[in-house]
């Protein structure tokens, strides 16, 4: 069964550095997302991408942010300059053009220390 | 008025109860309604997805969606010790999902 795979499934970086958060979404999908769990928290939106473009952003994900396709099978959450709030699990979710389930990955906890 | 609203919990009941877990939204943009799984340091699991009004039924599961009401509910029948998680309602509008709390539903054995 096709799934969403993330890579790492734990980071550990000290504040101030760059990190790269990686997805392969379903391979037929078209639409991409990222979004993030602090501990005990609910699940928060960060951005929404679609024919190689943000479509959607929420307040959380500022300048330090930023979302890339590459090469046409990964899609990437970077973090410019970590800081310690940013401590979380980041989730990857992706959907298909015509169905509306968005199946996520297992997610990547990220420790900014 | 948040967007969405879902009761944290903790739900605890016995092995074999019925189960029903409820969310309540302000927004009439919303189109789809989902419930998703999340057992502890895992990613959300898609469990139902809706998108008109009344109920739809998955084995043991029955998602149930009163648009007027702003209201969808989540009834878990025979309800195992392996259900323990926590139960995420998202729902959807054009683009993007908006999630409830979580509910952290405990089955007894």
């Known amino acids: 069964e096709p799934e969403v795979t993330q890579t790492p499934s734990h980071q550990v970086t000290q504040m101030g550095q760059e990190v790269i958060l990686r997805c392969v979404p379903i391979?037929?999908?078209?639409?991409f997302y990222w979004y993030r769990q602090i501990l005990g928290q609910k699940v928060e939106f960060l951005v929404s991408?679609?024919?190689?473009?943000?479509?959607?952003k929420s307040e959380i994900f500022d300048d330090q942010f930023s979302v890339e396709r590459p090469d046409g099978s990964n899609f990437t959450l970077k973090i410019r300059s970590t800081k310690l709030e940013d401590s979380a699990m980041y989730f990857c979710?992706?959907?298909?053009?015509?169905?509306?389930?968005?199946?996520f990955g297992q997610g990547t906890r990220l420790t900014v220390v | 008025q948040k967007e969405v609203e879902q009761d944290p919990g903790p739900l605890s009941v016995p092995e074999g109860a019925i189960v029903s877990l409820n969310c309540t939204y302000s927004?009439?943009?919303?189109?789809?309604f989902m419930w998703y799984r999340q057992y502890s340091r895992k990613g959300p699991e898609l469990l139902m997805y809706?998108?008109?009004?009344g109920n739809k039924e998955d084995g043991r599961f029955t998602a149930q969606v009163d648009k007027s009401s702003k209201y969808i509910s989540l009834f878990i029948r025979d309800s195992q010790p392996s259900d323990s998680a926590t139960y995420l309602c998202?729902?959807?509008?054009?683009?993007?999902?908006?999630f409830g709390k979580g509910t952290h539903l405990i089955i007894q054995p």
């Open positions: 979710a992706s959907r298909g053009l015509t169905n509306t389930e968005a199946f």
């Open positions: 391979s037929n999908h078209l639409y």
């Open positions: 991408f679609y024919n190689n473009e943000i479509s959607e």
């Open positions: 927004n009439s943009a919303f189109q789809y």
């Open positions: 809706t998108y008109s009004s």
């Open positions: 998202a729902m959807s509008r054009a683009d993007g999902l908006t």
